[in-house]
């Protein structure tokens, strides 16, 4: 069945909201063949890539785990504010039903949710973590409104929930020499170095490439260093290193002279990483620093920032 969404919000209150970077929309009420009671799914801080969701069960819990959908604002719009159950080309999808290992805030150590309890996840940074099939590990893209919602995956005797409020949330414009590890990932051409040492260990280019496309799979040291190889190269061209300056040298003495898979087959425990991986995250995807230049040399224009992103 496809549930048309509608405005509850009066232009005001959207515009009031929207300087937020959040808006929420109507959706019917639960309908009786939905016997798993519906979640709620609130966003929380947007970044240049993705979208801080925090998921809170209802009465019955999520025993089965749970689901994210999501797309941009426009293709929402222009399939007339439904969700496709079925699936579509322009919606998102994520089911969440095994062990975190990446977004574990509040001592999250499963998806499936008892009555009430809540999970916290970012959409654009889950190509780390454990638990969970999606159709679209990548990063969101900068400055794009998106839509989301969630609903409960069948299990503990009971069907799937019904959806729950669908929300908009915008991600952060484009910073001017602050780009996320999904960036440099994808732009190979602009990398401004041919190697970077990590710890005490010095990696080609052709080695980091391959270290960005692995994921983590509950190493913590590979998902630190998608952060800090993101985070060296920004402060390469120029990026401000006030608010990474004691987490660079922090994360150089904590990973030495481990090797970083696959090159090698080093590994930290997430919980010893978790911190500075969301150091480096939070820098390179715009939520701290001013995501300016400081070395003057450097220049890039509003045009060609977009173009890169693309």
């Given at each position: 069945?496809?549930?048309?969404?509608?405005?509850?919000?009066?232009?005001?209150?959207?515009?009031?909201?929207?300087?937020?970077?959040?808006?929420?929309?109507?959706?019917?009420?639960?309908?009786?063949?939905?016997?798993?009671?519906?979640?709620?799914?609130?966003?929380?801080?947007?970044?240049?890539?993705?979208?801080?969701?925090?998921?809170?069960?209802?009465?019955?819990?999520?025993?089965?785990?749970?689901?994210?959908?999501?797309?941009?604002?426009?293709?929402?719009?222009?399939?007339?504010?439904?969700?496709?159950?079925?699936?579509?080309?322009?919606?998102?999808?994520?089911?969440?039903?095994?062990?975190?290992?990446?977004?574990?805030?509040?001592?999250?150590?499963?998806?499936?949710?008892?009555?009430?309890?809540?999970?916290?996840?970012?959409?654009?940074?889950?190509?780390?973590?454990?638990?969970?099939?999606?159709?679209?590990?990548?990063?969101?893209?900068?400055?794009?409104?998106?839509?989301?919602?969630?609903?409960?995956?069948?299990?503990?005797?009971?069907?799937?929930?019904?959806?729950?409020?669908?929300y908009i949330a915008v991600t952060l414009a484009p910073r001017e020499c602050i780009f996320s590890q999904g960036y440099w990932k994808n732009h190979p051409s602009e990398w401004p170095v041919s190697g970077l040492t990590i710890g005490t260990v010095f990696y080609t280019k052709?080695?980091?490439?391959?270290?960005?496309?692995?994921?983590?799979?509950?190493?913590?040291?590979?998902?630190?260093?998608?952060?800090?190889?993101?985070?060296?190269?920004?402060?390469?061209?120029?990026?401000?290193?006030?608010?990474?300056?004691?987490?660079?040298?922090?994360?150089?003495?904590?990973?030495?002279?481990?090797?970083?898979?696959?090159?090698?087959?080093?590994?930290?425990?997430?919980?010893?990483?978790?911190?500075?991986?969301?150091?480096?995250?939070?820098?390179?995807?715009?939520?701290?620093?001013?995501?300016?230049?400081?070395?003057?040399?450097?220049?890039?224009?509003?045009?060609?920032?977009?173009?890169?992103?693309?």
């Amino acid at each position: 069945m496809i549930r048309p969404v509608t405005r509850f919000m009066s232009l005001l209150g959207f515009t009031l909201a929207a300087l937020l970077g959040v808006v929420a929309l109507a959706v019917p009420p639960a309908q009786a063949q939905y016997e798993n009671d519906t979640l709620s799914v609130t966003p929380g801080n947007c970044s240049t890539a993705g979208v801080e969701l925090t998921v809170t069960a209802g009465p019955t819990g999520a025993p089965g785990g749970f689901s994210i959908w999501w797309m941009k604002r426009t293709d929402f719009e222009a399939n007339g504010g439904v969700w496709w159950p079925g699936g579509a080309a322009f919606q998102m999808e994520a089911s969440f039903t095994g062990t975190p290992t990446h977004h574990t805030e509040g001592g999250l150590t499963t998806f499936a949710l008892a009555p009430y309890q809540t999970a916290t996840t970012e959409i654009g940074d889950i190509f780390d973590e454990t638990g969970l099939a999606t159709n679209s590990p990548v990063e969101l893209e900068p400055g794009v409104e998106y839509v989301f919602c969630g609903f409960a995956n069948p299990g503990g005797g009971l069907p799937q929930s019904d959806y729950s409020a669908t929300y908009i949330a915008v991600t952060l414009a484009p910073r001017e020499c602050i780009f996320s590890q999904g960036y440099w990932k994808n732009h190979p051409s602009e990398w401004p170095v041919s190697g970077l040492t990590i710890g005490t260990v010095f990696y080609t280019k052709a080695q980091l490439l391959t270290i960005l496309a692995t994921p983590a799979a509950g190493n913590g040291l590979i998902s630190l260093a998608h952060q800090f190889i993101a985070t060296l190269l920004n402060l390469e061209i120029g990026g401000d290193p006030t608010p990474v300056a004691v987490s660079v040298g922090a994360a150089h003495a904590l990973i030495g002279s481990l090797v970083i898979p696959p090159v090698g087959s080093g590994y930290l425990a997430p919980a010893s990483t978790s911190a500075l991986t969301q150091i480096f995250d939070n820098y390179c995807t715009g939520v701290t620093g001013s995501g300016q230049c400081t070395t003057p040399s450097v220049v890039s224009t509003w045009g060609r920032i977009k173009s890169l992103y693309r």
